[in-house]
């Protein structure tokens, strides 16, 4: 079944704030201080005009799914080398979500938390959401979304007041150097669009809305940049000391309040929105593994299910390690492919395979 275009809308606001408020805003301060919000804010509006392109190639498609319509305009040998480099990049999401997943609750919640107490129940959840389809991830993200903003508001609202925004300036003290490195660096928590690509002939556009999905990209960058803005404002050069920006925020102002439980409520909500984003890449990787092997058959989210034990298990440290050797080194570079070139060629290939049929169409009528 298809989902609705504000289905779609609500999966794209969903994949901007993921991973946003988590370890992002520490890690870009160590690189480009305190204007570390303008590499946030330069990135998500690249991720949103790229959402706008790959969403306008979606309605051009005549509700091919993505290999057909790559293979339509590109041939028959490029989408298979694409769908395998989408299927390495859609997994290393996978394990950047499922890693910050267990390090969020360890640190915040139970920090001597065997991992199959939270590992079991959260792989049954998205194998069951996997088994169900793109529908029900959709309309998941439809229940939490709204209460994720909210509490989300509600966080940096209670903290706001302490904010000193003498701590964003002076502005480029360093030069602008420092945030193309930064960006560059941690590029990998961009490029939030990709899995749209997966979406090509899944979507119903007869009800389509045009500034729906604009409306929901702009409240997600607005939501994102207040986070960002408190957390800069509150803890300055300590910043890159803080793992996780949301519940250190949330720690802040329940140190300034005797009320803080409705704080750790809108923490645990973000942990049931990270596991709504582990689902919908882990169907975007399924769906890119099916078009690289021509897999008819629906048996992924029962393997999903036996892989993220084994994995979780057995290789979680020699995951942490290969991020330190490879990650670093090469998502930054497959995050830009994916993400925005991978498009690029996609749509110049349409524009070229366009002219060439209104060529030979032009042909045909001056011959009759």
Not at 60 to 78: D, R
Not at 157 to 163: A, D, E, H, L, Y
Not at 268 to 293: E, H
Not at 339 to 368: D, F, H, M, Q, T
Request: hydrophobic share 55%; proline share 2%; aromatic share 16%.
């Amino acid at each position: 079944m298809k989902i609705n275009y504000r289905q779609l809308s609500i999966l794209v606001f969903m994949s901007f704030i993921a991973l946003k408020c988590l370890a992002l805003p520490g890690l870009l301060y160590s690189e480009s201080g305190n204007m570390s919000w303008l590499v946030t804010l330069v990135l998500m509006f690249v991720d949103f005009i790229f959402a706008l392109l790959i969403i306008d190639l979606m309605k051009k498609s005549n509700a091919k799914n993505i290999l057909e319509f790559m293979q339509q305009c590109l041939g028959p040998v490029l989408p298979r080398i694409f769908m395998a480099v989408l299927v390495v990049k859609y997994a290393l999401v996978v394990a950047n979500i499922s890693k910050g997943l267990e390090f969020f609750v360890v640190e915040n919640f139970y920090s001597s938390l065997n991992w199959i107490v939270f590992v079991l129940p959260l792989i049954i959840l998205v194998g069951f959401m996997l088994y169900k389809g793109i529908r029900n991830i959709a309309r998941v993200s439809e229940m939490v979304c709204w209460a994720v903003l909210l509490g989300c508001v509600y966080i940096a609202v209670k903290s706001i007041m302490s904010v000193d925004v003498l701590n964003f300036l002076p502005f480029f003290k360093d030069g602008v150097a420092p945030l193309f490195k930064s960006g560059y660096q941690h590029m990998s928590w961009f490029g939030s669009s990709t899995f749209l690509l997966m979406l090509f002939g899944k979507v119903d556009f007869s009800n389509e809305k045009k500034m729906k999905l604009v409306q929901y990209s702009f409240l997600a960058i607005a939501l994102v940049m207040l986070i960002h803005f408190v957390f800069y404002g509150l803890f300055d050069i300590t910043s890159p000391t803080h793992s996780f920006c949301i519940s250190d925020i949330s720690q802040y102002s329940s140190g300034q309040s005797s009320i803080d439980e409705l704080s750790w409520l809108v923490v645990s909500l973000w942990v049931t929105a990270q596991a709504v984003q582990l689902a919908l890449f882990s169907y975007a990787m399924i769906q890119a593994i099916k078009f690289t092997f021509n897999i008819k058959t629906n048996v992924f989210p029962i393997l999903f299910v036996l892989i993220y034990i084994f994995a979780w298990s057995f290789i979680g440290e020699m995951t942490v390690r290969l991020e330190q050797v490879f990650l670093t080194q090469f998502s930054s570079i497959l995050t830009i492919f994916t993400a925005y070139v991978i498009p690029i060629i996609l749509y110049i290939g349409y524009a070229v395979e366009r002219r060439k049929n209104k060529k030979i169409r032009g042909g045909e009528k001056c011959k009759s």
